[in-house]
């Protein structure tokens, strides 16, 4: 750890051109990826400001992931229904859901309606 503290921090932020600043009321932060998020409850959040872009740090006393569902079928197989059952991307991918990924399954429901 540095001596002098949070002065000497602030001294060497300011040489390095980075403006930092307290975000207050934050009530909560949620990071997203492809397969899971994860959501932190009133954190402390701080920003620091450089010419071309900011950098957040985030301190948390507590945080939950929760896993998202991935799609278990491909760009392929979204073609290969609408190919089939003659309908656009967004019907076959909704069979595609509601028959968890069992392609004959999807085209059966678009074909039979």
Do not use: H, W
């Not at 491909?74 to 089939?84: M, P, R, Y």
């Not at 991307?89 to 509601?98: F, G």
């Amino acid at each position: 750890m540095m001596r002098g503290g949070n002065r000497q921090m602030r001294r060497m932020m300011d040489k390095m051109g980075l403006d930092m600043n307290d975000i207050p009321n934050v009530q909560e932060v949620i990071i997203k990826t492809n397969k899971k998020e994860i959501i932190i409850p009133k954190p402390s959040v701080m920003e620091m400001k450089g010419k071309d872009n900011s950098i957040f740090q985030i301190v948390a006393e507590s945080y939950e992931e929760k896993e998202l569902e991935v799609p278990i079928f491909s760009a392929e197989d979204i073609q290969l229904v609408c190919q089939q059952a003659g309908v656009n991307e967004e019907q076959a991918t909704n069979a595609l859901k509601e028959s968890k990924g069992d392609l004959a399954r999807a085209i059966l429901l678009l074909t039979s309606k």
